[in-house]
């Protein structure tokens, strides 16, 4: 399968613990983006990386949230100290670098905070 | 902030028909606009795009309206499938970067 590939599907923890979601993005796709998607809503945008550098977070990114990209393949994004807000769907996507170009989203993580 | 949104909901349909699916956006500089849908339980699935020079474009069954003047974007989806039963987001981009603003979905049911 040559899509974007998350991991895990599916994620159910306890209040105040750390989760950390992989994304493995289409090979040769340079841009990476992290999206937050709750139930009946179009997808949020939370950050994107070109390569391995992080270009844009929003502000829905508190400082809980860290987004990493460190060989600008996979990336990983962590939430420390989980609230019950938390519980969405983290959708991750690429595209290649030039402008306006597709992006293919992968089937996302569910995170459920209990 | 600037946004994207749907003036329906929920449309339903019967199979054969066609569909046609509205999104306003409000933010004037976006020059790229997509649709997007989404079955249940899997990440948003493309379907066809439009940049702002064009008016129309056109694809498989599906096509892509674009109206600058009331920044209006519609999707008619011709000859409709049970297998168009989805949500369908409109999302836009304003510049470089390929950011999205989504909207907030309508959801079609296809009726047998």
């Known amino acids: 399968d040559t899509g974007v590939s998350q991991d895990p599907r599916h994620k159910i923890t306890k209040r105040g613990q750390n989760v950390t979601f992989r994304c493995d993005p289409i090979?040769?796709?340079?841009?990476l983006y992290w999206y937050r998607q709750t139930l009946g809503q179009g997808p949020e945008f939370l950050t994107y990386f070109q390569n391995e550098a992080q270009l844009e977070k929003s502000r829905l990114l508190s400082d809980r949230f860290s987004a990493e990209r460190p060989k600008g393949s996979f990336s990983t994004l962590e939430i420390q100290r989980t609230e019950q807000g938390d519980s969405a769907m983290y959708l991750c996507?690429?595209?290649?670098?030039?402008?306006?170009?597709?992006?293919?989203f992968g089937q996302g993580t569910r995170l459920t905070v209990v | 902030g600037e946004s994207v949104g749907l003036h329906l909901p929920t449309l339903s349909v019967q199979e054969g028909d066609n569909s046609i699916i509205n999104c306003a956006y409000s933010?004037?500089?976006?020059?790229?606009f997509i649709w997007y849908k989404q079955e249940s339980g899997k990440g948003p699935q493309f379907i066809i795009d439009?940049?702002?020079?064009?008016d129309k474009r056109q694809g498989q069954r599906v096509t892509v309206l674009l109206n600058k003047t009331v920044k209006h974007l519609s999707l008619q989806i011709a000859a409709t499938q049970p297998g168009d039963s989805a949500v369908y987001f409109c999302?836009?981009?304003?510049?470089?970067?390929?950011?999205?603003?989504f909207g907030g979905g309508t959801r079609v049911l296809v009726k047998p």
């Open positions: 933010n004037s500089a976006s020059d790229y």
């Open positions: 999302a836009e981009n304003e510049a470089a970067g390929n950011k999205l603003t």
């Open positions: 439009i940049r702002s020079n064009m």
């Open positions: 090979s040769e796709h340079n841009r």
């Open positions: 996507a690429s595209s290649r670098t030039s402008d306006r170009s597709e992006a293919f």
